[in-house]
């Protein structure tokens, strides 16, 4: 079956980077889209950005340029996630979600979360 | 940017009611809909594709329709286990928006 599993929570400081990772399986990974979305406490589903596991292109929302880095290694299945220059704002839970196999695809399994708090 | 609205922002109703939210686009989006439920503390599920498509394994009280710029999501017969929140969001164009969701509450 398919999994997403997304690394442990992390605790940042203003100013600092953070790193989330989501290793699939179940399906053949460079065949799919990886998205991920995160969720401030109380609020909306806020979508970020996209990686193409194949090719490694991506995309992401004007909101995070310049803050927002996607990777992903195929020999772990793993996307990560890289958010720099954090601030109290970024605290959220952040989800791995796979997209479809084209550009526009919809989403269908989730990971489980990872929890970043930025605090000083 | 497609902004999605969506209403009712919370409703109330009882098991085996009939539930019906909307969902708005600012723009046309085809049928680049999607629908997801999520309940405290954890991920979102993702229910419709398609504006009508079901993902397997969700129950078939759940059905979508629309095309355009106007949506539903309706549950044809509430249960328990359906108190949530519920998401549309559009797929059409880059940067994919949410609503802001709907909470189904115990009436």
Not at chain 2, 48 to 63: E, M
Not at chain 2, 78 to 87: C, G, I, M, S
Request: charged residues 15%.
């Amino acid at each position: 079956q398919v999994l997403l599993v997304q690394s442990g929570a992390e605790v940042k400081k203003p100013g600092a980077s953070v790193k989330v990772s989501c290793t699939a399986s179940g399906y053949t990974f460079t065949a799919y889209y990886m998205h991920w979305v995160r969720q401030a406490p109380g609020q909306g589903l806020e979508w970020m950005g996209m990686i193409n596991p194949s090719g490694g292109s991506t995309s992401n929302a004007q909101k995070f340029q310049g803050r927002l880095t996607m990777t992903r290694d195929t020999s772990t299945s793993t996307v990560y996630m890289e958010l720099s220059s954090l601030r109290s704002e970024d605290t959220a839970v952040y989800y791995c979600t796979r997209g479809g196999s084209g550009w526009y695809g919809e989403f269908d399994y989730w990971g489980q979360g990872t929890l970043v708090t930025v605090s000083s | 940017d497609i902004q999605m609205t969506q209403s009712p922002s919370s409703l109330s109703a009882s098991v085996g009611d009939r539930v019906t939210i909307t969902c708005r686009a600012s723009q046309g989006i085809s049928d680049y809909l999607a629908w997801f439920q999520q309940k405290p503390g954890k991920a979102p599920k993702s229910l419709i594709y398609a504006a009508s498509s079901l993902h397997s394994g969700v129950p078939s009280r759940f059905s979508g329709s629309g095309s355009g710029t106007d949506f539903t999501l309706t549950i044809s017969s509430l249960q328990p286990e359906d108190f949530a929140t519920y998401y549309c969001q559009q797929y059409n164009s880059d940067p994919r928006t949410f609503g802001q969701g709907t909470k189904v509450e115990v009436k």
